[in-house]
C-alpha cells in the first residue's frame, strides 16, 4: 500500500495547524484555526500511525499541531467548554496519547480543561448529553463519538472510575430510545422535546439512517470498550453485544461489488444515493479493529478488509502526481436549521468533496488495522 504512505505524506507536507489541508469545511467557509473535531479525527489518525510505525515524524507533526493550541496553563485555544459543544471534546482524546509521549504537563492540564465540559453539559431527561447548547434537548449519534470515548478514559484514568457508569449508561439509553428494533439501524437523531421540526412528535426521531452517524456510533462503542476499567467487565460484554447487533444489521447492506456502504443505508437502489466514502471507511476501520480486540470472531474481518480494498479501488485516485480520497460528504446534521429537515433529499444534496478530514482519519485507522494483520 505504498499509496497510502505517500498519499498521508503529501497530506502532512502540505498542512500546518493553521491551515490543514484536510479540513475543507474551514476552507470553504475561510475561517481561522481552531480547536476542531475534524483536526481531531487526523492527528488521532497519525498518533496512531505513529505507535503502529514508530517513524517519529508522525509523533513530531502532531504534538506541533496540538501544541500550537494548548497554552502552557492549559488553556486551549479558540475553545471554550461553555459552549457545550460535544464535537469539540473530539480533539481532547489526542491529549491522553500526547501527555504519556511527550509529558509535556500543558497537556495535562488541557485535559481537565476539556473535561470541565463534560462536567457542565447539560443533559437529557434520561441523562444523556445535549449534542450542544445550541441543539437543546437533542442525542445525535455522533455525539457518543466525539465525547464517551474521551469521557470514559478521563474517568478510568484520573477520577477512580466515578463517572464511568453514567457514560455506559447513555450507550444504554441510546440503544433504547434510537434503535429501529425492525432492521436494526439507528436513526440519525432524537429530540428529548419533541419541538424540533425535523423529528416525529410521537418517536422523538428523524426520518432517515444516515450512515456516517452509524459509522461514528460504531466508533464510539469500540474506542468506549477500550478504555473500559477492569471492573467494568459485565458491562463491556453489554456494550459488545450491542456493537455486533449493529454490525449484523450493517452487512445485509454492504455492496457486494465495492464493499461500501451508501450514504442512506437502507435506500441503496434510489438515485442519487451513492456509496460513501467516509463512513464506509470508518466501518471498515470498526469492524477489523473489534476482530483484533476480541469483540467479533475472526470470520468478519474479510467484510472490513472488502470495505477498505473497495475505497483503495474506487475512490482513491492520482493525477500528475497528486494523490486525492473521493466521494466524502462533507457534512450533515439536524439541528435548528430549516433546510437541515433529515430527509432523504437533504442527505443527497449536501456537498460531496475530497480529501476530507472524516473520510482521510478512519481510512488511515483502516489501512493501520490492515498492516497489523500482515504483521501478525
Excluded at 20 to 36: C, F, H, L, M, Y
Excluded at 133 to 142: K, V
Excluded at 265 to 294: C, D, H
Excluded at 327 to 346: K, P
Aim: charged share 25%; with cysteine; net charge negative.
Amino acid at each position: 500500500m505504498e499509496i497510502l504512505d505517500r498519499y498521508i505524506d503529501q497530506l502532512l507536507e502540505r498542512s500546518t495547524p493553521q491551515a490543514p489541508v484536510w479540513n475543507i469545511e474551514k476552507i470553504r467557509e475561510g475561517a481561522q484555526p481552531s480547536w476542531n473535531y475534524m483536526d481531531g479525527c487526523m492527528i488521532n489518525a497519525i498518533l496512531e500511525l505513529y505507535l503502529m510505525k514508530k517513524d517519529s515524524k508522525y509523533l513530531e507533526f502532531a504534538d506541533a499541531f496540538i501544541d500550537y493550541f494548548v497554552e502552557e496553563d492549559g488553556r486551549i485555544r479558540s475553545y471554550s467548554p461553555e459552549e457545550y459543544n460535544l464535537d469539540n471534546i473530539n480533539a481532547g482524546k489526542t491529549l491522553f496519547e500526547l501527555y504519556e509521549l511527550t509529558h509535556k504537563e500543558k497537556y495535562r492540564k488541557a485535559i481537565d480543561t476539556v473535561y470541565s465540559q463534560i462536567q457542565g453539559q447539560p443533559r437529557t431527561s434520561t441523562g444523556n448529553f445535549w449534542h450542544k447548547l445550541i441543539y437543546p434537548h437533542q442525542i445525535w449519534l455522533d455525539g457518543l463519538y466525539m465525547a464517551q470515548p474521551f469521557y470514559m478514559q478521563y474517568e478510568a484514568t484520573y477520577n477512580d472510575g466515578k463517572g464511568c457508569m453514567d457514560s455506559y449508561k447513555q450507550f444504554l439509553h441510546v440503544y433504547d430510545l434510537m434503535r429501529d428494533t425492525r432492521n436494526g439501524l439507528y436513526y440519525h437523531a432524537y429530540d428529548d422535546s419533541r419541538q424540533m421540526f425535523w423529528c416525529d412528535k410521537v418517536t422523538g426521531l428523524s426520518d432517515n439512517f444516515w450512515l456516517r452517524a452509524l459509522g461514528w456510533y460504531a466508533m464510539a462503542l469500540i474506542d468506549t470498550m477500550d478504555v473500559m476499567p477492569v471492573f467494568m467487565s459485565k458491562e463491556k460484554e453489554q456494550l459488545r453485544t450491542i456493537y455486533q447487533e449493529l454490525i449484523d444489521s450493517m452487512l445485509p447492506y454492504q455492496d457486494e461489488e465495492t464493499g461500501m456502504w451508501y450514504q442512506v443505508v437502507n435506500r441503496g437502489g434510489i438515485a442519487p444515493n451513492y456509496l460513501e466514502t467516509s463512513g464506509s471507511a470508518i466501518f471498515a476501520f470498526a469492524i477489523m479493529k473489534s476482530v483484533r480486540l476480541g469483540f467479533l470472531d475472526n470470520s468478519y474481518y474479510a467484510r472490513g478488509k472488502k470495505a477498505f480494498d473497495g475505497i483503495c479501488r474506487t475512490r482513491l485516485s492520482e493525477k500528475d502526481g497528486e494523490l486525492q480520497l473521493e466521494g466524502i460528504c462533507l457534512v450533515a446534521g439536524l439541528g435548528n436549521r430549516e433546510n437541515r429537515e433529515g430527509t432523504f433529499d437533504y442527505y443527497m444534496r449536501e456537498p460531496i468533496v475530497k480529501n476530507e478530514a472524516k473520510g482521510v482519519a478512519p481510512l488511515i485507522l483502516a489501512y493501520i488495522e490492515v498492516l497489523m494483520e500482515e504483521g501478525r
